[in-house]
C-alpha cells in the first residue's frame, strides 16, 4: 500500500471546497498541485477522474462533511509601477481598473486569499515595495505614489523588476506599467537574477507600455520580450484608456486557485504569418488564446479541424484573448496572419471558479446550468457577475471598456446596457449614431416655411431670407428694409416693431486725448476691440479723425485707423466710408466699414465697429478742432442773433416742467435717471437749486462733461423705496425721485415726481467686454430702461479658484485641468443665481463657429468628456467648473471659451441644477496634428513634455453669452454618470 497522502507513489491532490448551502449544494473550487517530475498525461489519468469524481460526489451528497467558505490560496497580484513624472495620468488609470478588477474576482471567487503587492521604480531609485492581504489597505497604496523625476526617458524597470519578484510570492501575476524603455537592460547581475527568480517562482510578467523612449528593435525594449517570453508573459503596447480591457485577461488569472494554470503553447515571431499544432490532454475547464502584438487575423481549430467556436473577450490592435469552454481533447491548430512583430499564447486552465450542485433549481435565475462531472455546473450569464448560485448585474456604463457606446452616451440594462444616440443623431449599424438630416423634411424640422433649412452634424439651422426678420423658426418682413426711416436717421428693430433714432441724438462721447495722430505709441498700448455704436470725438486730441494714411505707431497704438474718404456734409445723411489701418507698408492692411454722419453744429458722428485686429484703434485728426464754439455733447453751435452759441440739439421748445425729458440708464448695479442741463437752463433751473427728497438715500452727479444732473440709485429690492416685480421672464426695478426747484426768495413753487423704471430679461446674449446699451424711453412722470447683466470669465490654475492665469494669452500644457470661474454682475446679487447653461469651446473667436466642443450641454457635463467636473452651478452669483485642456485636430494652435448663461431669480425658482455624480476618469495624452508649440523630445525635458502638447489658451475679452430657451432652472434630465 502506498504511503498515507501518495495515490501511486505520487502526492495526492489537495482539494478546497467551499459549501454553497446548508445542505446538498456545494460551491467546489479544486486545485491539482504536483510535482515537476510527473508527467502530466499520467496525472491525469491516474488522479484527476477518480479522487475528484469522489470528493464532488462526497461532498454533494454529504453537507454534513463540508465547511463553510474555505479560504483558497489564489494567484497574488503584484503591480511594479513607473513613478515618473509622465505617468500621473497612468497610475490614476490603473488605481480605476485595479478597483474594477479586484470588485470583479471577489464576486467571482469571494474565499480567495493572495497576497497584493505594490513596488515602484523611477529613476535613480527604486522601491519601496509594499505587501498586504487586503484589499482595502492594496487600494489605498495608490494614495501614497507620487510622481516626479525621470528626466530621461529609460528608467530603472529591472530594478523594480527584481524587487518585485523577491516580494512576490510563487505563481504571482507581476504587471509592470510604464511608459519608457529600461535603463538598466544590459545589467548582468539584474537580469541574472531576474531569470532565476522567474524559474524558481514560476512568476508571470506582463508589461502594460502606453509609450516608447525609441524603436521597437532597441535592446533597452526587447528586454522586455525576452523577460515575457521566459515568464510565459506578455507584452501588450496600449493607448491608456484600453488599460481596463487588458485587465479582462488578468480577471482570468486571478479568479481562479493558483497553480490551476497549464502553459500549453507559447511562440514569438518577428513579423511573419505561421500555424502552430499543440495537443491537449487534460480535461482542462477553459481553454485561453491570447496575442500580443498587431495581427491581421487568427484561426484556431480543434480535433478533427473542427471550429471550437471560440467567444471574444477581447480583440484589439494591441492584442486579442479568445476563451473556449470545455476543450476536447486532441490535436489542435492556430494559425495567425501577421506583418509585425506579435507572440501567441495557449493556457488551459484545470480549475473551475463556478459552484456545482445536484439540482439545476440551485442555480439562479441568471446562471446557465450545464452538466459537470455527474453534477451541474452554475455559471452567471453574460453581463451578470457572482458565483453561479448568486448573479448580479454588470454595470457595462461604470467603465468605458465594458460598453462600445463611442459616439453616444451609455444606458444601463438588466444583464446589458443600451448605446444611446444624442439629440440630431438616430441609431445606425453596431453601437455607431448616424446624423439625421432635419432638413430632408418639413416633418423633421420646425423652420417656418419661408426659411431655408441648413443641416449640421447632430443639428440644424433655419435662416429667414434676406429682408426677413427673425430665427428662422419665426420669420417677419424686416421693415427696416423698406428705408422707412430715410438717410439722415437709423433704423433699429425693438422686436417686431422699429423706431428711428437719430445717430446726432444718441451717441457716446470718447474724449479722449490720447487718439491724435500728434501722439507716439506709448507703453499702455490701446486697442478699439471693443467699439461697437455711434461715437462722437471731443477734447483736445480731435473732433473728427483724419483723412490721410496716418504712420505706424500713432495714437497710442500699433496700426492707427483712419478714413479713405472724405466726409459728408449735413445734407448727406448718414453715409458709409471705409476705414483704414497702416501696418507693414501697407496704408490700408486691415479696413473696416464705418458710417458717418454730419450733425447740426459742425461735429461728426462715427459708427464704430470693434477693429478687425489688435492693437488697431480709431485716431483723430488734431487739426480738427472747432474753434467758434465748444458746446456739450447733447448741445449744438448755432450762429445766432449774430453769433455762435450753445443750444439743446434736438430743437425742442422747453417752457414748462412738463416739457423736461429726463432719461433713465440701467445698469448692473445701480439705476441713473439723467437730466439735460440744456434743458434745465431753457427754465432757467441751476442744477445747485434742486432739492431732492431723501437725498441720502441716493447719489447726485453734476457731470460737466456730458452736460447732464443725475440721480443714482441702488438696485436692491426695499432699499430707499426700490421695488422688485417679475413675470417670470423679466425682473422689473422700479423707483420714484421727488424734485423741488428753489426759485429766486428762497421759495419754492413746483415739484416733479419722476418713476424710473428698469427691466432685466433673464436670459441674455451677454458681451463680456461690450459696454451697457439701454433702451431709453423719455417721460416726464414714468421712465423705464432695459438693463443688461454683465458677465466676468477668468481661468485659474488650481482647484481653489484662488490665482487665474493673467493676460490675454495663456500657455497650458494639454491634460493640464484648468478651472473656470463665471461670475455675475447685476442688481441685487442676494437675488440671482448664476445658471451656466451651455459652455463650449471653438478654434477661432467667433462664439457661431460650426465647430464647437461642448464641456457644458443643457447644464449638464458633458457625456463624452469624463475630465469634465462642475464645482457650482446654480447655487450663487458664481459658477465654477473644471476640465482637461485640449487641442482642436487640424491647423489650429488656439482655443477660445464661450458661455451661454442664465441669471435665475433664485425668489421664485430653485436655481440648482440636481446635484450629479460623476466617476472621473483621466483623458489620454492627446496626440494631434495640430499648430503648436510642442517641444521635441530632448533630455532637457522631462518624458511629460514628450507626451504632451503645448497649446495657447486664449480668454477671448469678448465671449458672448448667448440666450437660451426659457424654462425652469431645476434641469430634470441630467442624468446619474456614477
Known amino acids: 500500500m502506498s504511503p498515507a497522502g501518495l495515490v501511486h507513489g505520487v502526492p495526492a491532490p489537495r482539494f478546497n471546497t467551499r459549501v454553497a448551502g446548508p445542505s446538498r449544494v456545494k460551491w467546489l473550487y479544486w486545485t491539482l498541485v504536483y510535482p515537476s517530475s510527473v508527467g502530466t498525461s499520467r496525472w491525469v489519468k491516474v488522479t484527476m477522474h477518480i479522487l475528484l469524481t469522489f470528493l464532488i460526489l462526497f461532498l454533494a451528497s454529504d453537507g454534513s462533511h463540508a465547511q463553510t467558505c474555505t479560504p483558497t490560496v489564489t494567484s497574488s497580484l503584484t503591480y511594479l509601477v513607473d513613478t515618473t513624472g509622465s505617468m500621473y495620468n497612468d497610475l490614476q488609470q490603473l ?51 507620487t510622481v516626479a523625476g525621470g528626466d530621461d526617458c529609460p528608467e530603472l524597470a529591472m530594478n523594480g523588476l527584481k524587487l518585485a519578484l523577491e516580494k512576490s510570492p510563487p505563481g504571482s501575476s507581476i504587471l509592470l506599467l510604464t511608459d519608457a524603455s529600461a535603463k538598466d537592460y544590459n545589467v548582468n547581475s539584474i537580469l541574472n537574477s531576474i531569470r532565476s527568480l522567474i524559474l524558481t517562482k514560476q512568476s508571470q510578467v506582463i508589461f502594460l507600455i502606453t509609450g516608447l523612449c525609441s524603436g521597437s528593435n532597441d535592446p533597452k525594449f526587447l528586454i522586455y520580450r525576452d523577460i515575457a517570453s521566459l515568464s510565459y508573459g506578455h507584452i501588450f503596447q496600449i493607448d491608456l484608456l484600453d488599460l481596463g480591457k487588458v485587465f479582462n485577461y488578468v480577471d482570468f488569472a486571478l479568479s481562479r486557485p493558483v497553480n490551476s494554470t497549464v502553459k500549453v503553447l507559447y511562440e514569438y515571431y518577428n513579423g511573419t504569418s505561421h500555424c502552430d499544432d499543440f495537443s491537449v490532454t487534460s480535461d482542462f475547464s477553459t481553454l485561453l488564446v491570447i496575442t500580443d502584438g498587431p495581427i491581421t487575423s487568427i484561426r484556431i481549430l480543434g480535433p478533427g479541424s473542427k471550429d471550437p467556436n471560440p467567444k471574444t473577450i477581447v480583440s ?8 473556449i469552454r470545455k476543450p476536447s481533447k486532441g490535436a489542435w491548430t492556430i494559425c495567425v496572419v501577421s506583418t509585425f512583430p506579435h507572440a501567441v499564447q495557449v493556457e488551459g486552465l484545470t480549475a473551475t471558479n463556478t459552484s456545482v450542485t445536484k439540482h439545476c433549481s440551485d442555480c439562479h435565475a441568471h446562471a446557465i446550468c450545464e452538466a459537470y462531472l455527474d453534477l451541474f455546473e452554475c455559471t452567471c450569464k453574460d453581463g451578470y457577475i457572482g458565483n453561479g448560485f448568486s448573479c448580479s448585474d454588470v454595470d457595462e456604463c461604470a467603465y468605458p471598456w465594458l460598453n462600445n457606446c463611442t459616439d453616444g452616451y451609455c444606458e ?50 433655419c435662416q429667414c431670407p434676406p429682408g426677413v426678420l427673425g430665427d428662422g423658426f419665426n420669420c417677419e418682413t424686416d421693415p427696416c428694409a423698406r428705408d422707412v426711416c430715410g438717410s439722415s436717421k437709423e433704423c433699429i428693430l425693438n422686436g417686431s416693431s422699429y423706431f428711428c433714432s437719430d445717430p446726432c441724438v444718441n451717441h ?6 490720447w487718439r491724435s495722430t500728434a501722439n507716439d505709441l506709448y507703453v ?14 471731443i477734447g483736445s486730441g480731435g473732433i473728427r479723425m483724419p483723412e490721410f494714411c496716418v504712420p505706424e505707431k500713432r495714437c497710442s497704438t500699433h496700426a492707427s485707423m483712419w478714413l479713405n474718404g472724405s466726409h459728408p456734409a449735413p445734407t448727406d445723411g448718414i453715409v458709409s466710408r471705409t476705414g483704414c489701418a497702416h501696418w507693414g507698408g501697407n496704408c490700408c492692411r486691415y479696413s473696416s466699414t464705418i458710417q458717418i454722419k454730419a450733425c447740426p453744429g459742425r461735429y461728426h458722428v462715427y459708427k464704430l465697429i470693434r477693429t478687425p485686429a489688435c492693437s488697431l484703434a480709431y485716431c483723430t485728426d488734431p487739426s480738427s478742432l472747432n474753434g467758434e464754439c465748444l458746446c456739450a455733447p447733447d448741445e449744438e453751435c448755432r450762429f445766432v442773433s449774430g453769433s455762435y452759441g450753445c443750444y439743446c440739439n434736438d430743437n425742442r421748445t422747453i417752457s414748462a416742467i412738463s416739457d423736461l425729458r429726463p432719461t433713465v440708464s440701467c445698469g448692473t448695479q445701480s439705476m441713473k435717471t439723467t437730466f439735460r442741463k440744456c434743458e434745465l437752463r431753457a427754465l432757467n433751473i441751476d442744477v445747485k437749486d434742486i432739492i431732492l427728497a431723501n437725498s441720502n438715500c441716493f447719489t447726485v452727479l453734476n457731470d460737466n462733461i456730458t452736460n447732464t444732473f443725475s440721480v443714482l440709485s441702488t438696485l436692491r429690492a426695499g432699499k430707499c423705496g426700490m421695488t422688485l416685480t417679475t413675470n417670470g421672464t423679466h425682473d422689473f426695478f422700479m423707483n420714484s425721485f421727488e424734485f423741488s426747484f428753489v426759485l429766486p426768495g428762497n421759495i419754492i413753487r413746483d415739484k416733479l415726481i419722476t418713476t424710473s423704471t428698469c427691466i432685466y430679461p433673464l436670459d441674455m446674449r451677454l ?39 493673467e493676460g490675454t494669452q495663456v500657455d497650458i500644457y494639454t491634460k493640464t485641468v484648468i478651472y473656470i470661474g463665471v461670475f455675475l454682475e447685476g442688481p441685487d446679487p ?56 485640449f487641442a482642436f485636430v487640424g491647423d489650429h494652435d488656439e482655443v477660445y471659451l464661450h458661455c451661454e448663461i442664465y441669471a435665475c431669480n433664485n425668489r421664485t425658482t430653485v436655481c440648482s441644477p440636481i446635484q450629479l455624480s460623476l466617476q ?31 497649446i495657447r489658451f486664449v480668454l477671448w475679452k469678448e465671449v458672448l453669452f448667448c440666450t437660451g430657451f426659457l424654462e425652469t432652472c431645476k434641469p430634470s434630465h441630467c442624468k446619474s454618470l456614477s
Open 316 to 323: 484589439e490592435k494591441w492584442g486579442s484573448l479568445f476563451e
Open 412 to 461: 444601463n440594462t438588466n444583464g446589458s446596457y443600451d448605446c444611446v444616440c444624442p439629440a440630431g443623431y438616430t441609431k445606425g449599424e453596431g453601437d455607431t449614431c448616424v446624423d439625421i438630416d432635419e432638413c430632408s423634411s418639413p416633418v423633421l424640422n420646425g423652420c417656418h416655411p419661408s426659411a431655408t433649412c441648413i443641416n449640421y452634424v447632430g443639428t440644424y439651422t
Open 920 to 950: 472621473l476618469l483621466v483623458n489620454l495624452p492627446f496626440f494631434v496634428n495640430v499648430f503648436i508649440i510642442a517641444p521635441k523630445y530632448t533630455s532637457i525635458l522631462d518624458s511629460y513634455c514628450a507626451n504632451a502638447l503645448v
Open 524 to 537: 499702455n498700448i490701446k486697442c478699439d476691440n471693443d467699439k461697437n455704436g455711434w461715437y462722437r470725438f
Open 830 to 885: 442676494s437675488q440671482y443665481a448664476m445658471v451656466l447653461k451651455n459652455c463650449y469651446a471653438t478654434p477661432s473667436n467667433n462664439p457661431d463657429d460650426l465647430r464647437k466642443y461642448y464641456i457644458i450641454e443643457n447644464r449638464c457635463p458633458s457625456t463624452i468628456d469624463n475630465t469634465v467636473s462642475i464645482a457650482e452651478n446654480g447655487l450663487s452669483s458664481q459658477a465654477r467648473f473644471s476640465f482637461e485642456m
Open 95 to 145: 488605481s480605476l481598473v485595479n478597483k474594477w478588477i479586484l470588485d470583479r474576482t471577489t464576486a467571482r471567487f469571494p474565499c480567495g486569499v493572495r497576497q497584493y503587492t505594490m513596488v515602484e521604480f523611477n529613476d535613480p531609485t527604486f522601491g519601496p515595495a509594499r505587501v498586504t492581504n487586503s484589499i482595502d489597505a492594496f487600494k489605498t497604496f495608490f494614495n501614497n505614489l
Open 508 to 513: 457716446s462721447v470718447l474724449d479722449e486725448p
Open 767 to 805: 458681451s463680456l467686454a461690450t459696454a451697457l446699451n439701454p433702451i431709453i424711453s423719455s417721460t416726464n412722470i414714468s421712465v423705464n430702461g432695459t438693463g443688461q447683466f454683465k458677465a466676468h470669465m477668468a481661468v485659474y490654475n488650481s482647484s481653489d479658484y484662488k490665482y487665474p492665469y
